[in-house]
């Protein structure tokens, strides 16, 4: 890929970097009055990609919103294609190469989305729909704005994706334009990677990185455009996520439903078996009780120790937010919890409830548990000490239904089907590169800025930190309140165009590395 980005000629091809431009308009000042001259016209442009359907298992749908997405870095002078892998969604590709640049940065946003149960929405989940503010804050809807008129900041945009994770799209490529139409060059070489299988468990993604690794070795730091900002809606910069996994324990009874009159006090019911086996996983302060759970936990340095005591103390606001009278951890913060690996009930079935509940012993129940990771826990070596907890609770573990032989050869039953997952990952902070990207997220975010060792979430990190060997850090520009992954998931317009100041100054960060963090 040979083109180059497009300057003015006065620029020429040098590098920008504010004092070559003067000190009237910095290009966060750019950026800034460009989306106040252009905001109708970026609402229009980011609805216009929401509204395409990107579940990745919709081939169709999710090559629609890869094509689409090439085609308009393609037009900004990126040099764009779709790499791709049979089977699996396409990455969509590009590379900005700045003449002089001595820093190449690898900018990761996936495009693919959560699947939808349209039921549960207030309007289409693409079907983009604006409203004065959040929907169950009293917000009413509105037509989208024409250009020139006023743009409130806390309307609310909804749709799938909104937040998760087509947001830093919609705001990137608003960037790119002020960028071209002002003749400023990025300071660094930018290479984009935009996965469409995130929500899907990104299966293929290492085989894309490792089958491309030539295009990628020369990145220096690895951007991850994902997530919201912090709870007290303070701009958030974090150096890891937790990884996860997960297993599904289902229990047996007889080998049939049996009458609830008939056989109650006499057959053994899997669904207060199966509560009771989960009860002695966690104490009532939801300390996990596997044997060796926290065990391998990889202590914080010394810098990561100290931006935790400088967090912002939220934690009794959000649980007037949330309704929560009581938390987990016997009164450990919010911060202090994500740190720890946990284990949660994701789910449990067993027959039915309301109006279709039925006088019967159901046969199984089943529970689904995820367990989220922290640096040093081993996916499989977690599952393992889970299923050893379930042994010693007195079960045989199978991987099938069990045969009547089984059922009579051992009193206990439990099948354990074992998911996938992927370790959590993390970046030390004392990098000189970290401190860069540090740096320019405060030009943007001020001192409001929140650094946090590591998102509660997960995302496939390790692959860019362990396999591919380079340091990644989180940018996150979502609003905390934005219902990722469920019903009416949306976006405030201010955490937009806070993306947009953001992508503006780590585009243009200073090349030198001097100063503190």
Known sequence: MARRWLVVT??????????????????????????????????DEFRSLLAMPNVASDSVGINENAAYIRDALIELGVDAELLRIPGAPPIVYGELAVP?????????????????DSSRWSNGPWTPTLYTR?????????AFPKAGERIDPEWRIYA????????PIGALLPVLRAFREAGISPTSNIKFFFEGEEEAGSRRLRQYLEGNRARLDDIDIWLFFDGPVHQ???????????GVTGIEVTVYGSMRPLHSGHYGNWAPVPGQMLAALLATMKDEDGNVLVEGFYDTVEPLGELERAVLRELPDYDEELKRELGLLRTEGGGASLAERLLLPSLTVRGLASANVGALVRNIIPATATAALGIRLVKGNDPEQMKDLVEAHIRRQGYHIVREDPDRETRLRYPKIAKV????????ARTAMDVPIVQQVIRATRRAAGEDLVLFPALGGSLPLYLFTDVMGKPALILPIANHDDNQHAADENLRVANLWYGIDLYAA????????????
């Open 10 to 43: 006065a620029i020429c091809t040098a590098a920008f970097s504010p004092s070559a431009a003067g000190a009237r308009q910095s290009p966060v000042d750019i950026a800034r009055a460009y989306r106040e001259a252009h905001g109708a016209e970026i609402l």
């Open 100 to 116: 002089g640049a001595t820093r190449t940065l690898g900018i990761y946003v996936h495009y693919d989305g959560q699947p939808v």
């Open 134 to 142: 959040a929907i169950d804050d009293g917000g009413t809807q509105l």
């Open 160 to 167: 799938r994706s909104a937040g998760d994770d087509k947001a």
């Open 232 to 242: 007290s809606r303070r701009p958030l910069l974090t150096f890891g996520v937790r």
């Open 417 to 424: 089907t074992r998911s996938g997952g992927y370790p959590a």
């Open 506 to 517: 780590l585009l243009t960060m200073p090349p030198d590395s001097g100063g503190g963090g």
